[in-house]
């Protein structure tokens, strides 16, 4: 049953007799006015989780010589930056967010001379480099650590937050860790507990004191003078805490390790954060660098603080909310409007190597691959900056180890069966069906997904209809429509409950975007072109949608873009 559903019309009625075909996209080259726009602003990033992106030397541990090798994959997909976990030399406790060097690369990654290699190897292509940061923590076995360990009155000891118990045998507060468990461990040989917002091995700095503040500053210089173009900043609602240790509020629930919940109230998003970001942003401009916030919050205006008042923070705190979303054009269209209307530029990720793929997280167990596909038109037509995570482009599933003594993630092997930890969204990437995907010619470090025979890159690469060329044709979308690079957000058809509808505009360019959110065929009214934009140009549809008779008629979780027109009698 067709579902009609109208945009409100305000503008001139005026429709070309193009049919559904996708047009060779204009360049926008042509006349358009030179952007004011940061390359950030325009680039479309792309996380990698480098120990499963591409193992070179057969370790079964994807490396840098790795991704070199896989540049000209990147290029071609349309990617203008990469954002690389950490490769900080490190135990290996939490995968390398545990650093215990912050100016070399693991040696199981490969050199600081392979770095330089990938960093100009990318640059060639025209693909920036960005770091993850990990600045709120080190490895215990970090040297800073293990001179601050050794005595109360070592010149690293206030590195970090050691505290007194409250007695013998009690804490110093309530406080728990994010990955479960008390957040302070006793340290016998100085007889005080240092605290953790994560795994023990991971010790907080202490960012009150200006030393570790200077310290970081200088990684993030050391690093800009070897051509990064700017970091990813790992957990920085977790800076600082509250200097009067004051006691968590506890919630009802378990947290992870089947403790009581609490509301980490006094571990994270102190104001004081605000003054690092600051900080660091300062050291950053020195460089014309960028700043990513790995910032999880509970409300867009929390989101808006990671801008900083004038902008002096972060240019690119992430909307991680984004990946919460359920998969409804008004649940959509609401959050979108929010964080277009926050006043920032915004940063929509859809996944990333903390939370099960997107695929299945917005999938609906029936239609996911569709549902995919939709989401990937969403994200890479919004106003705002897409960050990828590696394996979107090919509609990579979360998948789970099977026994827990499979479980590479510590958080799996502590909250098994409960919670089954990040494997699932971290197995390798599927490059082709030969020898695990593609991957590495040895024994790949987690399982390669099953599915990989049909869902790999080479054979996506060949089908036209695949998530992969659909990501290609959008990317190349938006890189030639200047609409879709600075232009604003405007929704459309905003009562509808199916169809997520909007239009974005930078001068006479125009393109509008209609995506079905259902698994029913829908019709949207394309009687009015608003504001006086008409002759659309199908730039690309999906599942045969197309404009008939004045209406887009979609197919199920179907795609309709197209291109206007300012028509003379625009306002
Ligand atoms: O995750 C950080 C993380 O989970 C916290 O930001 C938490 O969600 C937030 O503080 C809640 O307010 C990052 C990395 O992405 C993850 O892989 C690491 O395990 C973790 O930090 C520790 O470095
Ligand atoms: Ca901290």
């Known amino acids: ?18 049919g559904a075909h996708t047009s060779a996209v204009r360049d926008v080259g042509s006349g358009a006015a030179a952007l004011e726009q940061d390359w950030w602003q325009r680039a479309v990033f792309y996380e990698i989780y480098p120990r499963s992106f591409s193992d070179s030397n057969g370790d079964g541990i994807g490396d840098l010589d790795g991704i070199v090798s896989k540049l000209d994959y990147l290029k071609e997909l349309g990617v203008d930056a990469i954002w690389m976990t950490p490769c900080f030399p490190s135990p290996q406790v939490d995968f390398g967010y545990d650093v215990l060097d912050y100016e070399n690369i693991d040696p199981m990654y490969g050199s600081l001379s392979d770095f330089d290699r990938l960093v100009s190897e990318a640059n060639k292509r025209g693909i920036r480099t960005i770091l993850d940061l990990v600045v709120n923590h080190t490895s215990d076995k970090h040297p800073w650590f293990v001179d601050s360990r050794s005595s109360r009155a070592a010149a690293h000891r206030d590195w970090y937050v050691w505290r007194d118990g409250k007695g013998p045998g009690a804490l110093p507060n309530n406080w728990t860790s994010i990955f479960g468990g008390p957040a302070w461990t006793p340290d016998p040989a100085t007889d005080q507990y240092y605290y953790h917002y994560f795994f023990p091995q991971q010790p907080d700095l202490n960012w009150r004191n200006p030393a570790v503040q200077n310290a970081m500053f200088d990684v993030t210089r050391w690093w800009y003078g070897r051509g990064v173009a700017g970091f990813r900043l790992d957990a920085v609602d977790a800076l600082y805490e509250d200097p009067q240790l004051r006691d968590n509020p506890v919630l009802p629930g378990e947290d992870l390790s089947g403790a ?226 600075d232009g604003t957000y405007t929704p459309l058809a905003e009562a509808d409950p199916n169809v997520l509808s909007y239009l974005r505009v ?11 959110t259902s698994a029913s065929p829908q019709d949207v009214d394309f009687d009015g072109l608003q504001r006086g934009y008409a002759f659309p140009e199908t730039l690309l549809t999906t599942g045969g949608s197309a404009l008939r008779g004045g209406r887009i008629s979609l197919a199920p979780f179907g795609v309709w873009i197209a291109a206007l027109r300012r028509t003379s009698s625009a306002n």
């Not at 793929?357 to 106003?383: E, F, N, P, S, W």
């Open 1 to 18: 049953m067709k579902v009609r559903s109208t945009w409100a019309t305000a503008g001139v009625v005026a429709l070309c007799s193009c």
């Open 260 to 485: 009581p919940r609490q509301e980490h109230k006094y571990q994270t998003k102190l104001p004081e954060v605000h003054d690092a970001l600051r900080a660091l942003r300062h050291v950053a401009d020195e460089s014309r660098a960028i700043l990513i916030g790995e910032t999880w919050t509970d409300s867009v205006s929390e989101l808006r603080e990671y801008y900083g008042v004038s902008r002096t923070e972060m240019q690119m705190p992430m909307d991680l909310m984004f990946t919460q979303l359920r998969f409804s054009a008004p649940a959509l269209r609401e959050h979108i409007a929010a964080v277009d209307g926050a006043g920032g530029w915004p940063v929509y990720v859809i996944g990333n190597h903390d939370v099960a793929r997107a695929r299945d997280r917005y999938g609906d167990g029936q239609h996911d691959l569709d549902i995919a596909k939709v989401m990937a038109a969403l994200q890479l037509t919004l106003r705002g900056t897409p960050i990828m995570y590696y394996g979107e482009e090919i509609g990579m599933k979360t998948t789970d180890p099977v026994r827990r003594e499979d479980v590479k993630d510590p958080i799996g092997r502590l909250a098994w069966p409960k919670f089954k930890g990040r494997d699932g969204e971290r197995t390798p990437m599927q490059w082709d069906a030969s020898h695990e995907a593609g991957f590495t010619s040895g024994v790949p470090w987690l399982p390669v997904a099953p599915d990989y025979q049909s869902l790999n890159a080479a054979v996506e690469g060949r089908d036209p209809d695949s998530i992969l060329e659909l990501y290609r044709r959008l990317i190349g979308i938006r890189r030639t429509h200047q609409a879709l690079l």
């Open 506 to 516: 930078s001068g006479d360019d125009a393109v509008a975007v209609a995506l079905n």
